[in-house]
């Protein structure tokens, strides 16, 4: 173009509008070759964004993780402990019962630092034969266990479950927890109060300390020594009463 042209406005218009509709031309035409060429994202109908939402979950650094799976509770277990006598006889009364487990014949409530059959049986210790066990509430609540303990052995005489003499015989709750006390305190007050036994009730309600096993060859006793002249004078009437009573309550 001349330098007469270019001084020319009319002139300098029509190229520039010349120019531009070139240019808009093709940037155009580099965008739809760039759109066109793009590979589809592809989508599994199968996946909601509800589903996929739910099993990630936002990391502390920003990015996603799987979400972990919820994990139902098991059974809320509590611990008993009681004394009524001769813990063959107790131990086989309670392990019968539904929801009871892990029955274990040995020692509770005294003084010394430790405790075998041999120091019990003097009565020096101050520890009473008891047993202890497991058991889930919303199956046999503790008020039902503590009716089949003062049904199954005489809670009037001090120290003593016939021919069973001395304070390691006493009568006894060994509470866990303050519930396990008000309610054993409540229920003794209401069988004093209904003279249920003629004589007051003697048992001590005392909290619980420590659990000292019994020697191996008292656990599960009336089990396996069911023959054997005390088990089948002493243990068995009181098996046999409370299987008649609380049958409702047996496994």
């Known amino acids: 173009m001349s330098v007469s042209a270019l001084m020319n406005p009319g002139l300098m218009n029509s190229a520039c509008c010349l120019l531009g509709s070139i240019l808009l031309l093709s940037v155009s035409g580099c965008s739809s070759a760039t759109n066109s060429e793009a590979p589809p994202v592809s989508v599994d109908p199968s996946v909601t964004m509800a589903e996929t939402t739910a099993e990630l979950l936002p990391a502390d650094d920003g990015s996603s993780v799987p979400a972990p799976e919820s994990v139902p509770e098991g059974p809320k277990q509590e ?27 040995g020692y509770a409530g005294g003084t010394a630092d430790d405790a075998t059959y041999q120091f019990v049986s003097s009565g020096n210790t101050g520890h009473a034969e008891v047993i202890q066990f497991e058991f889930d509430p919303s199956v046999i609540t503790y008020e039902e266990l503590l009716e089949v303990f003062w049904t199954s052995h005489d809670p009037t005489t001090l120290n003593r479950q016939g021919a069973d003499v001395g304070t390691q015989y006493r009568s006894s709750v060994f509470y866990h927890n303050d519930k396990q006390r008000e309610l054993a305190e409540a229920y003794k007050q209401r069988l004093n109060d209904e003279k249920a036994f003629g004589d007051p009730i003697v048992t001590e309600i005392v909290p619980f300390k420590k659990f000292y096993s019994a020697e191996g060859y008292h656990q599960d006793y009336f089990a396996q020594n069911g023959s054997q002249p005390y088990c089948r004078s002493v243990v068995r009437p009181k098996v046999e009463k409370v299987r008649k009573i609380f049958a409702s309550k047996l496994k």
């Open 79 to 105: 611990t008993a402990t009681f004394g009524a006598g001769c813990f063959w006889c107790v131990e086989a009364v309670f392990e019968q019962l539904k929801s009871v487990e892990n029955v274990r014949s």
